[in-house]
């Protein structure tokens, strides 16, 4: 329910983004990498936070929630050692959950920073130039501390039902890479840099 919520009020900021732009192309046609790298932020953070909060990447397709994962797919001989692996294993899968969201949920300001930026702050940039690259980086600590979770050998790869096929660490790495990425977009933007928005 609060997933569904959450994802209505954010699908509802794109909208209101693409509404936007659209009646003010003027201004937002002179930084059409930007708008492009704008909506692609919003969708990432409103599809990422929709799949980790369902638990799917995590979990699969079968809708149901980390304790009954692990106590289905983790065998247990010794009560006592198994029960504070299984702890473990909860703890960690909600860890990974909640950073992740917390990363998408930054995409999704960083789409909200751009898109107030163009529309009323170039003649004021400094704030919010400083606030994409302390959002992204904050993006970016969450994506490494995301990848060291599911490196560590105790991480609970066998909960996850297509590890064998496609590695939560490679998942992880990729989601990294793309925020690595997206930091020379910033850099080489026309918008971020500071000269060419002082002369418009």
Same mark, same amino acid.
């Given at each position: ?25 003027? @201004?937002?046609?002179? *930084? ?9 932020? &919003? ?9 980790? &909060? ?12 980390? !304790? ?26 909600? @860890? ?21 930026? @163009? ?35 105790? *991480? ?25 990425? !997206?930091? &020379?977009? @910033? ?5 971020? &840099? ?7």
């Amino acid at each position: 329910m609060l997933v569904s919520f959450t994802s209505s009020i954010l699908f509802s900021g794109i909208g209101l983004g693409v509404y936007t732009v659209l009646i003010n192309l003027s @201004i937002y046609s002179h *930084f059409p990498r930007e708008v492009f790298s704008m909506f692609f932020n &919003s969708f990432i953070g409103v599809l990422g936070l929709i799949l980790y &909060s369902s638990n799917i990447p995590l979990l699969g397709w079968d809708l149901i929630s980390i !304790e009954d994962a692990v106590h289905e797919r983790v065998v247990c001989r010794h009560t006592d050692v198994c029960s504070t692996y299984i702890d473990q294993y909860i703890q960690q899968l909600y @860890i990974l959950v909640w950073a992740s969201n917390i990363r998408f949920i930054v995409w999704y300001i960083e789409y909200l920073n751009t898109l107030f930026f @163009i529309k009323l702050f170039l003649t004021r940039p400094y704030p919010s130039i400083i606030t994409q690259y302390t959002l992204h980086t904050i993006n970016f600590l969450l994506c490494v501390f995301c990848f060291i979770l599911v490196t560590i050998p105790t *991480f609970p790869m066998l909960v996850i039902p297509y590890a064998n096929y496609v590695s939560p660490i490679i998942l992880q790495c990729l989601v990294m890479f793309i925020v690595l990425y !997206e930091y &020379s977009t @910033i850099f080489y933007s026309p918008l971020y &840099s500071v000269k060419y928005v002082l002369r418009t």
